[in-house]
């Protein structure tokens, strides 16, 4: 706190160098407008080209159905109960098993990051674990647990773990041990060298390993979900798509599922920007 | 020098080499001990308690090796069937992953080298990267039917995504001024992207390309799971309508020495080609 207060410069220089960052900023923004209007007028000619591909019966409707059918098939789906539950079941059973692999990844991480001794006993083994499939457990699980919420937590967190997991061990074990040391000398506790030195500086590592996590454990839930059948969106895609009357249903079904992977990834990246800001400040500082 | 200090210098030498051998032994140790004191532990419980899913890895390992070498004398007793399983597999990943390599490589290089392309593409990369890739297998049954085609599609079109961002990444990571001054040179434009684009995105494109073999493999058992006649996954699953755990439990371990040897071979790859960039950082 000291060294922000003995940092701070003059409030004469401080508006220098806003106004300074006002004109700087103003580039960046008109490049970021351009690029948003270029990304929507790429959207929209992908979605054009998808049109005029079927219409012109160049691909056949039966494999590609026109855009502009996907699209409402789109509306259509939110229409449908089935399809909302299935929606919110997968919904449900990612943000479970999200919650569950952070808090598993992040207090195993720190606690094998923290001490050499465990590190190192451990990276073997994990190296050895992280090239497998977890979802190659599906039918085992499948057998103990059965078809329903249980296999789809136990297969995803085996499976998301490791991204949490590895990127706390790396985070925690890098941390500086000067500034471990120097928190000691000020009288820290242990666990407050640990919630204010050591998370601090680990958790940008970690922010990434949750962000990776979170998009692994839709895959996976949705795995799940199309090899087991029963409920959620990876059952529903695969029963119309067994049924094979509407392709433009499948189309929008993925769609959707997409979508969903995107707002994930957008609620992750808002919350990073929200909760790291401070580390961004001090890099362009 | 007399022979006394001869001496003294071997042996402190000596006791270096030592030293240096008894420390890599004790990181061996320290890294296999717990490897192999959690097999013990499993053996030991899963004996103890009769578990019927987890059954204990010595007799997993038996089973493995009593049905690889069920074969006659004329194929060295190794089981032909078996193998063919494990080759229709790695036919799938090896080609799927190649596919989804060379193509992502491309529409890396693409996005990475001009920023305005960049612009007007990423938004639908963005968003066909965020769709579970399971989730279009039913599709891409609909495309192509059970056909093996379908799956290395599938398993391409899965992997390729993550060699996208980091070729992007990478190409965009490229020094301007050395393309500036290929450009200066008139080295024409092919020539540029194969001798200076891609070496310098190099250490980027195979970070993705590990992540892509692993997705591969993972994709190929899902595929396998899904719809298929012959493969390990297709096999996982046969044991289990079954209700053969411990033959379950040994293509599991076929599908892991699959992924640790499709790795190994990669990393060894990787080794060779980014040498380059592995002693220029060391300088």
Not at chain 1, 111 to 128: E, F, H, N
Not at chain 2, 87 to 100: C, D, P, Q
């Amino acid at each position: 706190m000291k060294e922000n207060v003995e940092l701070g410069t003059p409030p004469t220089a401080e508006r220098e160098r806003s106004t300074d960052r006002a004109s700087a900023t103003a580039a960046p923004r008109r490049r970021s407008s351009r690029r948003l209007w270029r990304g929507v007028a790429g959207a929209l000619a992908f979605g054009l080209l998808l049109e005029l591909v079927t219409r012109s019966g160049l691909v056949s409707a039966r494999f590609l159905p026109p855009f502009s059918e996907i699209v409402a098939n789109v509306f259509l789906l939110f229409g449908r109960e089935d399809f909302l539950s299935a929606l919110g079941v997968t919904l449900g059973a990612w943000l479970l098993a999200f919650v569950i692999t952070v808090v598993i990844g992040v207090s195993l991480g720190v606690a094998l990051g923290l001490s050499d001794l465990a590190y190192r006993m451990t990276r073997t083994l994990i190296d050895i674990i992280r090239p497998l499939p977890a979802i190659a457990m599906i039918p085992l699980i499948l057998l103990i647990l059965g078809r329903g919420l249980e296999t789809a937590l136990v297969v995803t967190v085996l499976g998301s773990v490791w991204p949490v997991l590895f990127n706390t061990i790396a985070g925690v074990h890098d941390v500086d041990p000067l500034a471990k040391q120097m928190a000691r000398v000020f009288a820290y506790t242990r666990p407050q060298v640990l919630t204010r030195v050591v998370l601090p500086s680990a958790s940008p590592f970690i922010a990434v390993g949750i962000r990776l996590s979170a998009s692994v454990a839709l895959i996976s839930v949705v795995t799940v979900e199309l090899i087991a059948g029963g409920s959620g969106l990876g059952a529903f895609i695969g029963t119309i798509g067994a049924t094979g009357n509407s392709v433009a249903l499948v189309y929008a079904a993925i769609v959707v599922t997409g979508l969903l992977g995107l707002a994930i990834n957008f609620a992750m990246e808002l919350v990073q920007n929200r909760v790291f800001a401070w580390q961004q400040r001090t890099v362009e500082g | 020098m007399t022979d006394t200090q001869t001496q003294a210098i071997r042996n402190a030498a000596t006791e270096a080499e030592r030293r240096a051998l008894s420390s890599r032994l004790r990181g061996v140790v320290i890294g296999w001990g717990p490897v192999i004191g959690l097999i013990l532990l499993w053996q030991l419980l899963a004996v103890s308690a009769g578990a019927v899913f987890f059954p204990p890895p010595f007799q997993i390992a038996e089973t493995l090796v009593d049905s690889l070498f069920s074969g006659d004398a004329g194929t060295a007793f190794l089981n032909m069937d078996m193998l063919s399983e494990v080759g229709a597999s790695l036919a799938r990943i090896l080609l799927g992953f190649a596919l989804g390599s060379i193509g992502g490589c491309i529409l890396g290089v693409l996005i990475g080298l001009s920023r305005q392309t960049g612009d007007y593409v990423n938004p639908i990369i963005d968003f066909l990267r965020s769709i579970p890739s399971t989730a279009t297998i039913p599709l891409f049954i609909i495309l192509l039917g059970g056909s093996d085609w379908m799956r290395v599609a599938f398993i391409a079109w899965s992997c390729s995504w993550f060699v996208v961002i980091n070729t992007a990444a990478g190409v965009r990571s490229i020094e301007p001024g050395m393309l500036e001054m290929a450009r200066l040179f008139r080295v024409p434009r092919p020539r540029q992207i194969v001798r200076i684009v891609l070496p310098a995105a190099m250490p980027q494109i195979f970070a993705g390309l590990r992540v892509a073999l692993t997705a591969a493999v993972l994709f190929s058992v899902v595929s396998e799971f899904y719809l298929a006649v012959n493969g390990i996954g297709f096999q996982i699953v046969q044991s289990q309508r079954r209700f053969h755990i411990e033959e379950m439990w040994m293509w599991m371990v076929v599908l892991a020495v699959v992924a640790w040897g499709l790795n190994a071979i990669l990393h060894e790859i990787e080794g060779h080609v980014l040498r380059w960039h592995k002693e220029s950082k060391q300088r």
